[in-house]
Nanobody, 115 residues
Framework: LQVVESGGGSVQDGGSLRLSCVASGVAFIMDAVRWYRHYPGIQQRELLATISVGGATTYADSVKGRFTISRDNAKNTVYLQMNSLKPEDTAVYYC?????????WGQGTQVTVSS
């Protein structure tokens, strides 16, 4: 199974971006999907949002009310709509897809928010 994130870029403070996470492969069912971000020099990735196969969502306090996770099961795609972006949201964003007993990461997409 392959996972590819896209949609990152550079925006001004207060701007918006929509990230996409597309899973592809042979005969799989995309289960829960999570979005994370990673800051340079920090070892651990920050969990931002989770969406279950049924569409239930949870968010980190740092993004609640600004970010929205959603999914299109027919397209094996999960989105992260990011509004009211701040400079501290600058990071590399990753999605993690659970399928069966395994979890798969994408290569990440850079988000840069300038003040």
């Amino acid at each position: 199974l392959q996972v590819v994130e896209s949609g990152g870029g550079s925006v001004q403070d207060g701007g918006s971006l929509r990230l996409s996470c597309v899973a592809s492969g042979v005969a799989f069912i995309m289960d829960a999907v999570r979005w994370y971000r990673h800051y340079p020099g920090i070892q651990q990735r920050e969990l931002l949002a989770t969406i279950s196969v049924g569409g239930a969502t949870t968010y980190a306090d740092s993004v609640k009310g600004r970010f929205t996770i959603s999914r299109d099961n027919a397209k094996n795609t999960v989105y992260l709509q990011m509004n009211s972006l701040k400079p501290e949201d600058t990071a590399v964003y990753y999605c993690r897809v659970v399928a069966g007993e395994n979890a798969y990461w994408g290569q990440g997409t850079q988000v840069t928010v300038s003040s």
